[in-house]
């Protein structure tokens, strides 16, 4: 299992290709949730997403015949731009598989981080063999966006740099999808202070995490559908037992919720933000009682959104 | 005319009663402008807007018998709710005389400050009118949005706070309204280094100060219609000589360029800028030569933007 001495290796290794993104607040959402609510602005990070810090840190640990091969994954969001990124910055190749439903804005910036795309059929079947036979081919590593331990302990690198400005939180909440950052989050947190409550803040919409932590088990999402598409992919092998072990718990919050605290971040604080982003801010409005006079780090996630398809 | 003494006696005085703001750059936006850009970012300002300077230092600079009676403006845009908020802070009336067709989000977001407002017809002649009756029944201060020595010496702060962070700037451009912001840009910035090159940048739609700055007297502007609804106003003259005396240009630009170079903004950046912002970075733009290897300041004027009503 990652270890805090993990995300504190992490964060020095990655430093060179990250940046240390700042941690904003908001007088007017502290008086709307009773609370003192301190952002950590992961939308300002490279490729505008966290996931540039898990990338960053799986490449740094690669030996020089992996770097040499490249590396490859499968996804269409975030991590695609932050494995091309980090690759590029390295000087090494990078093997995207995508879907080839992704939209134009999601290839064009793999591209722009000169990530070399193989486009597969949109199901989980021909995205794992498209990656298997380019591995196969190339000799590449394969990362996975979130299943892993490297990534994990790069996405603790976000939290380790909050609770470095912020120390006397009373709580964490990071937004919940395949379970890397919320992983990340809990090892950071509970390493620095284990006093600290830590949650997770899922859509109902695309509730795995809520079930599989209540079950005890994982039960992987079908078919999920919620604006918060940074979160729909369902807990990992190694991220489930980091949360089942660590997370104090998983807070469900409805779609209308994530677009009033995605429409209260933009409006008050003037940054913008993904939906998955204003999930955590989502789950504060709806429990004021948890967290009322509470200090909470919240992790933004991301900012990369199509802005012409906006809820609002 | 406002002195470079005024702008730092402004600073000390507004301390505490607006944030300090940050100021925050892009990789990816320097290297498609080949120049290197700081943005000071006034939209993350108190009320989203520099506008709070001025109206801070406005009141801060009334004595007793003055403040006991209040002050009043006429605006529907962000000096109607920095007046509002700058009052309330130190416990006095303020009283905003609004056009009747302002947006619901104007007349709410000046009424979440405490301030009175007293709708009037939207024409210059009720606006001018109802001030005075306002004026005569209250005994409250006018204030003017810029035609104000110390409201001038309030926008004026922005610079100086921006060069005490960056001080090797070429350049500084400021977007060209009624010329409160460039006016208090033009004392900081030749009082603070005189070969310091100034730039206004305006919409070609609303080019009063552009002509006005050739023609050496004051044209004011008919029926101005640009996106940025920030720069709809006239010069005044009490900002006219100090921008004929110390501008080195205005710079104009078009209403795609301005679209183009918010959407850049809101893209790489994360912020949420309102098109009068933008115009800045449009004018580097659309004068790729003139600002090529150049090191530039920008003034983000304020991220007061209808979310419904995006240009894109």
């Known amino acids: 299992m990652t270890s805090f001495n993990d995300i504190i290796a992490a964060a020095e290794r990655i430093k060179p290709f990250i940046h240390r993104t700042p941690v904003l ?12 609510i301190f952002f950590k602005c992961e939308n300002f990070q490279k490729v505008g997403a966290f996931k ?48 080839e439903n992704s939209s134009q804005v999601k290839f064009n910036a793999v591209r722009s981080y ?22 196969q081919k190339t000799g590449a590593t394969f990362l996975h966006p979130y299943n892993n331990h490297n990534v994990i302990a790069g996405q603790g690198t976000a939290t380790l740099e909050l609770l470095s400005e912020i120390n006397n939180l009373d709580m964490i909440i990071a937004p919940l999808g395949g379970g890397g950052l919320l992983s990340g989050t809990l090892i950071a947190a509970k390493g620095f202070n284990d006093k600290i409550i830590v949650y997770g803040a899922e859509p109902i919409a695309a509730d795995d995490g809520f079930r599989s ?18 979160l729909l992919t369902s807990l990992g092998d ?62 933004i996630s991301g900012g990369n959104v199509d802005l012409q398809k906006l809820p609002f």
């Open 25 to 36: 607040g908001s007088t007017q959402i502290n008086q709307i949730t009773a609370a003192t």
């Open 52 to 99: 540039m810090r898990g990338a960053s840190n799986a490449i740094a640990m690669l030996n020089n015949h992996q770097l040499d091969k490249g590396v490859a994954t499968h996804s269409s969001g975030n991590f695609a731009q932050a494995l091309a990124l980090a690759a590029k910055l390295r000087g090494i190749p990078a093997y995207i598989v995508m879907p």
């Open 114 to 135: 000169n990530g070399n795309i193989i486009p597969c059929k949109p199901n989980l079947q021909a995205r794992e063999s498209t990656l298997n036979e380019i591995v």
């Open 213 to 230: 932590f209540k079950a005890g088990k994982i039960i992987p999402s079908v078919n999920p559908n919620t604006i918060a598409d940074g």
């Open 238 to 299: 190694l991220t489930f037992p980091i949360i089942q072990k660590y997370c104090d718990d998983i807070l469900t919050v409805d779609e209308n919720s994530i677009i009033s605290a995605m429409k209260l971040i933009w409006e008050r604080m003037k940054i913008i933000i993904e939906p998955s982003s204003a999930v955590p801010l989502a789950a504060v409005m709806e429990n004021p009682d948890l967290f009322k006079d509470k200090t909470i780090g919240i992790i």
